[in-house]
């Protein structure tokens, strides 16, 4: 066998029949499987352990020699190799066949290989392989034409006419003598003249049928071997068959289809042999092809072979396809050892970098590591007895374990793994009790409440695989989003609540208006019960009186850090207390200025004092606390009355029924804020249930006014709104009426959860597939392109300041102030905040920056185009995994966006697509829902209509007029005389991006595809970051379509990889040749990721079997670039620490790893690192 590991590039094709021979150990002649009195198998059958090896180590069939001194003897009683029995998972077998049969796969595809090659209907060719009709071969010198079919009828009216003159088949044999007479480089120079010379249908016949010579020309591959005359079998091990407790066995399909296979070959082999009638043979012939065809793909033509219980059998290509395929279930996700999983329960005295991890479960994960040190520690003599010990649970054992998880992190995961803060590194510490403690403050990164979920716990084993963990994954380190590089660990619920609590300032409390000389005195004056928590005093700070309470200056003694800092943020909330939206500012500002190890003790520090004042203020909900405003009545009254007058005016005429739809909304709506106003005023400010919600603890305000305002409108199933409002609120209780109303909005909400989930989901995965070999591979790919960023406006207000889009990206040209000339910024440097700022406040309108969407590295990005990683703030390191974040960036929120499509009030068939849906619609670059008309110039407009058809017509400035007209309800979106640019929308809708792309070229079409997804996310208040999108955008458009091949080798039509173009260009010019036209294309990102260099990674993806058909034609070569393909394969994933850069990186201790750590603080948060007793090599982690 080859060396498993060390192996460049993976390369598919056709096998031929010698091939197949060669491969095999044995012919399995009969279709028995195994003895069912002595269970041994039989020989020459599919179990047989002459062809496939012994069934037990080192011992033969007929038990003559057994033991590992015999190794490699083949017995001479029963033929038997002494080996080992994992043999039986490598050797093949084959069959020979009596007849040869068609490969469905090729005969059977869209298109249809075979057919395309001999230039036959896929009809005529089933005819022919499935014996209704024969197939001429060679006319010789009668009127028939070759490939011709002839029916049974004229088949023996020819031969009596003409005698044995001409030569007509049946079956797969006639295909293959067919198939043998092609001349390949002939068919190939016919093709390329007639694609030049015909056009219409005609040409793109022929450019497909180019397509497939050109793939065997190329391959190598033959075109008889489509038709086999061998069949390969898999070995036993992979179709196992196993004894059940009753005695009876169950098997794998493949057993059975083989056994079909293999009962008519026989059956055939001895009709011939007997010189039976043809009409028999044919029959049999017929069907030992589709009993092939079932072996290889079970219904793909007519109804599929079934077992019992009328269950379709799983052929070869089911093994692969889907999710329970080869691909997708045993390769790209296993199953791993040293993994558990518990409950979760809060540890809220936990540091930020531990967890709790059970003892008994703690035992389990570390016993390989326990033993060993029991053996060290000289409690016991040999692993023996070790294990003996650990599992009787002795109390030196304990001692020993503390010892062992000491230094070792713990990986914990929860499900679903939306992105990479979906596992992370702990320190584990042992606690009693069965469940898993974590940290309050990782939460959020993982999305884990505490009612219920569970979570799994692995350990990392090799010591680089520790190393990594503690120096990249430990939770630490990951507090900040990938997405949009704000903090993840912001404390939230209790916390938020509890600091709320803490720095409200309050009117008339204990010790009001005293001065104290110092914050510890006004401290002591609160422990000792003369102060009021939130009572205004005024206090002495660094030579001056400041205004603020006893519960700030706790705040501010408790934690670490500048006061200033605090300070501000006090300043900013004025007399409220600390809600999430200031915490949130205040975790960022803390963020930036420490690094993570500092970081995380404040942290600590904010938790515990929040945890603490929330349990002190003693904050409860009741009944009382929702209180009822008193102006709620009234409100109501008046909106009757004004109900009862719209009513009256319909029943008068004087509006139509949707205008009064339209006013009882109007009315009821206004009631509804009326009243959540009226019952905001009446709330005390100390009232729990307000101060949960204006703290952003938990619930809001809409919550509130349904406790203690109006229901309001419900929608009805379709989304529509339901004119009967609900004036109940929840205190009060509803009438049936009203609850059987708001059902309706309920079921929704819980069927569109369930769908976005399975959608967002489906989402991610086709994201990461088309992302997934984008990788940073170099520091600068040296190009001096980039695009110009500029402020997000709508009208005059700015949605998204210059500053935030710039910050992090990498400056193409220097930057001057617009009015003094001075010099803001160099180019090829980073852009941070303070930069940023610098070059907003100057006025700087437009900031040319790098972008992967111009970056000019092969088969990835640089860091230069990438610009900063958002994840640590600092420029990103070759090796990252860009496009698996930037897919995992894009899918996460997916499941917040929403399902609906808008229906606009009243106009006909208007619906936008928004929410997912929208995503998805750019993503797959679909026509839109709902499409504008796009001008294809820039020019004046005029509004034309002539009898009641509008016209748009746009007159450019050298006077060429372009006409459009405007469907029926559409509305317009230019006025008569106005000034529009090429690609500017002409009617309300979205525009569609292949237009975009003929209009405006690829610079239009990214910069479109960018702004249209951020508006979705956005609108939906989720933040992320454009270069995840431009990752995903640049994948899209890296194909070029083929227009003219000039003298290139490259086929008309055909998509080509952006770099392959410019090299096969270069190469043809070079010769003196003209190079080839092509055209930019926007490609869906399931069609990008299909269209990938990669077979093994588009058929892991999706339609297995026609990307598998498809790379075995054209011979293709995988060369192993993604991050899936080596995966599939079983290597290290050429990104991070596996790329070969690092691989021979040698960690002497881990001391100078923790120093690149961003500035290790001087909090004790973190204890000291393992130190592995010898070097550690990077390069062995993969072993």
């Keep these: 066998m080859l060396d498993a590991n060390n192996f460049e590039v993976i390369k598919i094709g056709l096998a031929s029949p010698e091939q197949i021979r060669a491969w095999s150990s044995g012919e399995v002649k009969k279709p028995e499987t195994i003895n069912y009195r002595t269970l041994k198998p039989e020989r020459e059958g599919l179990f047989c352990e002459k062809i496939f090896g012994p069934q037990r180590d080192w011992e033969c069939h007929c ?91 004229e088949y023996r009216e020819n031969r009596e006419k003409y005698g044995d003159s001409f030569r007509a088949m049946m079956g797969a044999e006639g295909i293959k003598k067919l198939l043998e007479e092609i001349d390949l480089d002939d068919l190939a120079r016919r093709l390329r003249k007639e694609v030049r010379e015909v056009s219409g249908q005609r040409r793109i016949r022929a450019i497909r049928r180019l397509e497939v010579v050109e793939s065997f020309r190329k391959s190598g591959n033959r075109p008889e071997w489509m038709i086999l005359e061998v069949i390969p079998v898999i070995p036993p091990e992979l ?263 803490l720095t409200i300032l309050r009117d008339g409390g204990k010790g009001e208006g005293k001065i104290f000389s110092s914050p510890h005195e006004a401290i002591l004056a609160y422990h000792n019960g003369y102060l009021d928590l939130h009572a205004k005093i005024k206090v002495r700070i660094a030579g001056g009186l400041v205004e603020t309470s006893a519960g700030r200056l706790l705040f501010k003694d408790q934690v670490d850090i500048d006061e200033e800092i605090i300070d501000r943020i006090f300043a900013r909330v004025g007399e409220e207390g600390i809600g999430k939206k200031e915490m949130g500012l205040l975790v960022s500002e803390i963020c930036r200025r420490f690094g993570a190890h500092q970081t995380a003790g404040i942290l600590d520090q904010i938790k515990r004092i929040g945890f603490q004042f929330a349990t002190q203020s003693g904050n409860t909900i009741a009944m009382q606390d929702i209180v009822i405003p008193e102006a709620k009545g009234k409100i109501i009254e008046e909106a009757e009355s004004q109900v009862e007058q719209v009513e009256q005016q319909f029943r008068r005429g004087l509006i139509t029924q949707e205008e009064r739809y339209q006013r009882y909304i109007d009315i009821w709506t206004k009631a509804k804020d009326d009243t959540s106003e009226a019952m905001l005023k009446s709330l005390d400010i100390f009232n729990p249930v307000y101060m949960m919600a204006t703290s952003g603890a938990r619930g809001n305000v809409s919550q509130l006014s349904q406790l203690a305002g109006m229901r309001g409108l419900m929608t009805d199933p379709s989304g529509r709104i339901i004119d009967l409002p609900i004036k109940a609120n929840f205190r009060e209780g509803l009438t049936v009426l009203e609850f059987f109303l708001s059902t309706h909005g309920a079921r929704k909400g819980l069927a569109d959860t369930a769908l976005r989930t399975a959608d967002s989901g489906y989402l991610t995965r086709r994201l990461v597939d088309v992302a997934q070999d984008v990788i940073v591979r170099e520091e600068d790919c040296g190009t001096t392109e980039g695009i110009g960023l500029a402020a997000l406006m709508d009208g005059d207000t700015v949605i998204v300041p210059l500053s935030e889009k710039i910050t992090g990206r990498i400056t193409v040209e220097e930057i001057f102030h617009p009015e003094t000339g001075e010099l803001l910024h160099e180019a090829n440097k980073i852009i941070d905040e303070e930069a940023a700022r610098r070059i907003e406040e100057a006025g700087v309108e437009k900031v040319p920056v790098r972008s992967v969407l111009t970056c000019r590295t092969r088969h990835g990005v640089c860091s230069m185009c990438y610009g900063q990683n958002l994840a640590t703030g600092r420029l990103v390191d070759v090796g990252e995994a860009v496009g698996i974040i930037a897919a995992q960036s894009i899918g996460e929120p997916g499941t917040q966006l929403t399902m609906r499509t808008f229906h606009t009030g009243g106009v006909a068939g208007e619906d936008i697509t928004q929410g997912l849906p929208r995503v998805e619609e750019l993503f797959e670059a679909r026509k839109p829902k709902g499409q504008a008309i796009i001008s ?248």
């Design 239 to 501: 179709r196992p068959m196993v004894q059940l407790d009753g005695g009876r066995f169950a098997t794998s399909d493949l057993n059975d289809l083989y056994r079909r296979v293999i009962n008519r070959n026989n059956r055939l082999k001895r009709l011939l042999e007997l010189g039976a009638p043809d009409i028999i043979v044919r029959n049999e012939k017929r069907m030992l092809q589709e009993a092939v065809d079932a072996l290889i793909d079970n219904g793909r033509r007519g109804r599929p072979v079934t077992g019992p219980g009328n269950r379709p059998l799983k052929s070869l290509s089911d093994m692969l396809k889907g999710k329970q395929g080869r691909f997708r279930q045993n390769l790209l996700g296993k199953r791993v050892d040293y993994s558990g999983r518990s409950v979760i329960v809060v540890g809220p005295e936990l540091k930020l970098h531990q967890c709790g991890l059970p003892k008994e479960m703690a035992l389990e994960l570390f016993k390989p590591f326990v033993m060993k040190m029991l053996v060290d520690k000289g409690y016991v003599h040999n692993i023996k007895s070790a294990k003996r010990m650990v599992e009787r649970a002795r109390s030196e054992v304990w001692d020993v374990l503390e010892e062992v998880i000491k230094e070792h992190p713990v990986l914990l995961n929860r499900a679903p793994t939306l992105h990479r803060l979906g596992i992370q590194a702990f320190e584990p510490v042992l606690v009693e009790g069965r469940a898993i403690q974590i940290h309050p403050l990782v939460c959020t990164a993982y999305n884990a409440d505490f009612d219920g979920d569970q979570m799994a716990v692995h350990v990392p084993l090799s010591v680089e695989a520790q190393a990594e963990a503690r120096i990249l994954m430990l939770s630490a380190y990951n507090l900040l989003s990938p997405a949009h590089g704000r903090p993840l660990v912001t404390p939230t619920q209790d916390m938020i609540l509890g600091c709320y609590y």
């Design 936 to 1183: 294809e110039i820039s020019g004046l407009v005029k509004v034309v209509e002539v009898k009641g058809v509008r016209r748009v017509s746009v007159i450019s400035a050298e006077g060429e007029e372009k006409l459009y007209q405007i469907p029926y309800g559409a509305r317009l979106r230019v006025k008569d005389g106005q000034q529009i640019e090429a690609g500017e929308r002409l009617t309300e809708g979205s525009a569609n991006p292949h237009d975009i792309l003929k209009i405006k070229g690829m610079r239009g079409v990214q910069i479109y595809l960018v702004q249209e997804v951020q508006e979705v996310y956005r609108s939906q208040g989720v933040e992320i970051n454009d270069k995840h999108i431009e990752v995903v955008v640049r994948q899209m458009l890296r194909k070029r379509k083929v227009e003219d091949p000039g003298d290139t080798d490259l086929l008309p039509g055909g998509l080509v990889d952006l770099f392959e173009l410019e090299d096969e260009n270069q190469r043809v010019e070079e010769e003196g040749g003209t190079p080839a036209v092509t055209r930019p294309v926007l490609l869906g990102i399931t069609k990008a990721s299909l269209a990938t260099e990669s077979f093994l990674s588009a058929a892991s993806f999706q339609e297995t079997t026609r990307v598998l058909t498809e790379a075995s034609i054209k011979g293709k070569t995988d060369p192993l670039i993604g991050l899936k393909e080596n995966v599939i394969i079983g290597k290290l994933v050429p990104a991070g620490t596996g790329m070969p850069k690092y691989r021979s990186i040698r960690l002497d201790s881990l001391d100078e790893a923790e120093e690149e750590v961003p500035e290790a603080g001087e909090l004790e948060a973190i204890p000291e690192p393992v130190r592995p007793p010898f070097p550690v090599d990077m390069a062995e982690a993969g072993r």
């Design 63 to 153: 038990g003559k020699y057994k033991r590992v001194r015999y190794k490699g003897i083949v017995c001479d009683r029963c033929g038997v190799e002494v080996t080992r029995s994992k043999v039986r998972r490598e050797r093949l077998g084959h069959i020979e066949l009596a007849a040869p049969v068609s490969h469905i796969w090729y005969f059977k595809g869209i298109p249809s290989r075979m057919g395309l090659l001999l230039d036959m209907s896929p009809r005529a060719l089933e005819k022919t392989l499935y014996f209704a009709a024969y197939v001429v071969i060679d006319p010789g010198n009668t009127p028939l034409t070759k490939k011709q079919l002839l029916s049974e009828n």
